[in-house]
């Protein structure tokens, strides 16, 4: 198969281009597209064929849950029955935006959106392909990100053709993400709502509208059988680079020397040493830095991760970021790609 590659503007997408993907989703294909989170890798979500074909182009774990991505607030009376208030408050305040709701599954969706649950994953992106798209193809869209699984999450379109060409029929080429992390996940199909990813709604905003939101993220190991994932992005390896990634924890003084240590030590071995971020005067690494700031760091988090890949580095060391705000959904996705190992200084 060839991957067709059209150029779409960002903000005011060509009518053929769109048009041309519809029409691909319409007879069963796949067409990644960008969101403002990170590019998505889009399927007609009523059509169990095309969400198979997903899975595989993916190779993505048969349980792993997929969100579905809606045009507008109408579309969510086909999709969820009983629907709390809270959630169209919260649709209402943060939609269209990086917030994805879990309600309660409606029967006419396939049970391959989230095997051996009754719950369905709700978003309603905020950026005009992603908009123009769903209304073109008269469906919503599962869009899990456009990448191979456990890969780091496509933020480019050159990112998502080094994964998925020629295993998927059409890349809208938008340009890079404005986010560049996925979407928070906030299951409100239980008792008290919970908060299964961090992302760009943060934990603050969200309890600033729901109070009793709590936290309940699990690291789900891929080898386990009765391991169930209630959200996208719950496995223990996930956004990996394929370079061994070493994650510090610490005093960032404490940090910073014992990361300088750890490049000599490596470099001495004859190991290629990758640096997250900038230490000034340090010889024998590749440094590449995702930005300053909590934004510019989610925005380049994943190219980073990929360019030092590229460099053929055989090791990467990083550092956590301060917990508050992005912070949690950076250093979330930082733990995963390091398979939850953390050198605590």
């Known amino acids: 198969m060839n991957t067709t590659v059209l150029p779409v503007n960002p903000r005011y997408p060509q009518a053929k281009a769109i048009a041309a993907a519809a029409r691909a989703l319409q007879q069963g294909g796949l067409v990644a597209f960008p969101t403002e989170t990170v590019y998505g890798l889009g399927a007609n979500a009523m059509d169990a064929d095309a969400i198979r074909r997903l899975y595989r182009a993916k190779q993505r774990p048969a349980g792993n849950p997929l969100i579905v991505h809606v045009a507008d607030l109408a579309q969510l009376e086909g999709l969820a029955?009983?629907?709390?208030?809270p959630a169209l408050q919260l649709?209402?305040?943060?939609?269209?935006?990086?917030?994805t709701l879990v309600l309660k599954r409606h029967p006419a969706l396939p049970d391959l959106i989230a095997p051996q649950r009754d719950t369905v994953a709700l978003r309603l992106p905020a950026h005009a392909v992603a908009q123009a798209l769903i209304r073109a193809t008269g469906h919503p869209l599962v869009a899990p990100s456009a990448n191979r699984f456990a890969r780091p999450s496509a933020t480019r379109a050159a990112h998502v053709l080094a994964d998925l060409e020629?295993?998927?029929?059409?890349?809208l080429d938008g340009g890079?993400?404005?986010?560049?992390?996925?979407s928070t996940v906030l299951d409100l199909s239980r008792q008290a709502p919970v908060l299964l990813r961090p992302g760009a709604i943060t934990l603050e905003q969200l309890r600033a509208q729901l109070a009793d939101v709590r936290s309940g993220g699990a690291m789900l190991d891929l080898d386990d059988d009765d391991a169930l994932p209630e959200s996208p992005g719950q496995y223990r390896r996930h956004y990996s680079p394929r370079a061994e990634l070493l994650l510090y924890e610490g005093e960032e003084?404490?940090?910073?020397?014992?990361?300088?240590?750890?490049?000599?030590?490596?470099?001495?071995?004859?190991?290629?040493?990758?640096?997250?971020?900038?230490?000034?005067?340090?010889?024998?690494?590749?440094?590449?830095?995702?930005?300053e700031g909590q934004e510019a760091t989610g925005r380049g988090l994943f190219a980073a991760l990929r360019e030092l890949d590229a460099r053929g580095v055989d090791v990467i060391l990083a550092r956590l970021e301060e917990s508050g705000g992005l912070g949690a959904a950076i250093n979330d996705r930082l733990r995963r790609a390091a398979e939850g190992r953390i050198i605590r200084v």
């Open 81 to 85: 029955v009983d629907i709390p208030d």
């Open 253 to 291: 003084g404490a940090v910073l020397a014992a990361m300088q240590d750890a490049v000599r030590a490596h470099a001495g071995r004859g190991r290629r040493v990758g640096l997250l971020g900038a230490l000034p005067d340090l010889a024998d690494c590749e440094q590449v830095s995702p930005g």
């Open 91 to 99: 649709a209402q305040r943060f939609w269209p935006g990086p917030l």
């Open 166 to 171: 020629g295993r998927i029929d059409l890349l």
């Open 176 to 182: 890079p993400t404005r986010i560049g992390l996925e």
